[in-house]
C-alpha cells in the first residue's frame, strides 16, 4: 500500500459571498477584513475601520461589482475553485476537499470531510494554499486557519502544507501554456497585474529588517528575506515566464492593483500605469494577473470591466485580460504531481 494511500489533499482559497446581495457581501467582507493578517491593527482600531468606516458603504458598491461577474452557478472563483477539485479528482485517488478561507465552503469543513470519509483513516493532509507566492494576508492566514481547524478537530493526522510555488517549474509552464492562445491577440504591451499588499507587510515578513524595501535592487540580491518576500516571489515568476514565452523586456512590465485603505501599498498602481500606458500611445493592453488560479472580482470586474473601460477612456482602443490557469490542464497535471508526491520538494 503506496503512502498516497493514507494522503488527503486540502485545497484552500480565499473565498466569496454566498450572494451577489449586500447581506452576504457585508457578512463576507465582515469576516475578511476582521482577520488580522489582512487588517494587522490591533483589535479594537480593527473593529472601529471595519465597522464604522468601511461596512456602512462598502457593502452596496461591492456588491453591485459581484452582481456584474456572478454566474448563474454561483461565485466564480467557488465554481472554478470546484471545477478544478473535481477534474483533480479524476485523475488522482486521494480523497480531495476545497475549503475558502473567507465565507463557504468554510476551511473547518472542508477538513472534517476529509477526517470524516469512510474507508482508512487518513495519515497525512496536504494542505495546497491556492495561492502562487507567499503574503500574510494569503498562505499565512490559510494555514493558520487550517491548523486552528486541526486543533479542533484533535485527530492524529500529520498537515503538510505546499510552499508556495511561484518558481516551481511546473506552475510556470501551467502559467506559460494559458498565456499562449490569449497572447496571439495583437498587443502593444502585456502588463502583469498583481494583487497588492501593503509595505508593511514585507517589512514584517523580512528576518533582516533591514532587507525588504531598502533598495531598488533588493528583490535581486540574495537575502533570507526572500523566502517570504512577496514582490520577490512575483518579480522572479515574472521573469520566469516571461523567459518561457520568449517576451522582450520592453513588451511587458508589472503592477500592483487591489489597494485598500491609506498605508503606502506596493506600487506602481495597475489603474496609474493603464492610463499612462494609453496616454503614451499603447493602443491594445493585455493584462495577466497571477497572483490568482482562478477568475474573481479582481480579475473580471476590476481588470476585465473597470481598468478596459478607464484604459478606452485615456486614449487606448482595447484592454483585454487573460484568464487565469483555471482549470487549464497543464495547471491541474501541476497539482496532480504535487498530490502525488506530497509536496514540491518530496522525493
Known sequence: MGADDHRGILLVN??????????????????????????DVPYLLRKFIVCASILPTRP???????QSIWWDEGSPLVVISQRVRD????????PIELGMRYGNPSVASALHRLLERGGEPLREVLVIPLYPHYAQSTVRTAVDEVEKAHRRANRSVRITVLPPF?????????????????????????????HGIPEKHLRKEDPTGKHCLASSDCCDRDSPALEHCYRA?????TRA??????????????????????DPWLQPFTDHEIV???????????????????DCLETLEEIGIRAREDFI???????????????????????????ETGGRDAD
Request: net charge positive.
Open 14 to 39: 480565499l473565498g466569496s459571498p454566498d450572494s451577489p446581495s449586500v447581506s452576504d457581501v457585508r457578512r463576507y467582507l465582515h469576516q475578511f477584513l476582521m482577520d488580522p493578517c489582512v487588517i
Open 60 to 66: 452596496r458598491h461591492t456588491a453591485a461589482a459581484y
Open 87 to 94: 477534474a483533480l479528482q479524476s485523475q488522482v485517488k486521494m
Open 166 to 194: 511561484y518558481d516551481d517549474p511546473l506552475y510556470i509552464s501551467a502559467l506559460a501554456a494559458s498565456m499562449q492562445e490569449p497572447m496571439r491577440w495583437e498587443h502593444d504591451h502585456l502588463l502583469f497585474s498583481y
Open 233 to 237: 516571489h512575483c518579480m522572479r515568476a
Open 241 to 262: 515566464v516571461a523567459a518561457r514565452l520568449e517576451l522582450a523586456s520592453e513588451r511587458y512590465s508589472v503592477t500592483f492593483q487591489s489597494r485598500l485603505g491609506r
Open 276 to 294: 499612462r500606458l494609453a496616454g503614451a500611445g499603447t493602443r491594445r493592453l493585455l493584462i495577466v494577473c497571477p497572483s490568482f488560479v482562478s
Open 313 to 339: 477612456a485615456a486614449g487606448g482602443e482595447d484592454l483585454r485580460l487573460i484568464p487565469c490557469v483555471n482549470e487549464h490542464p497543464s495547471w491541474i497535471a501541476a497539482l496532480k504531481s504535487w498530490c
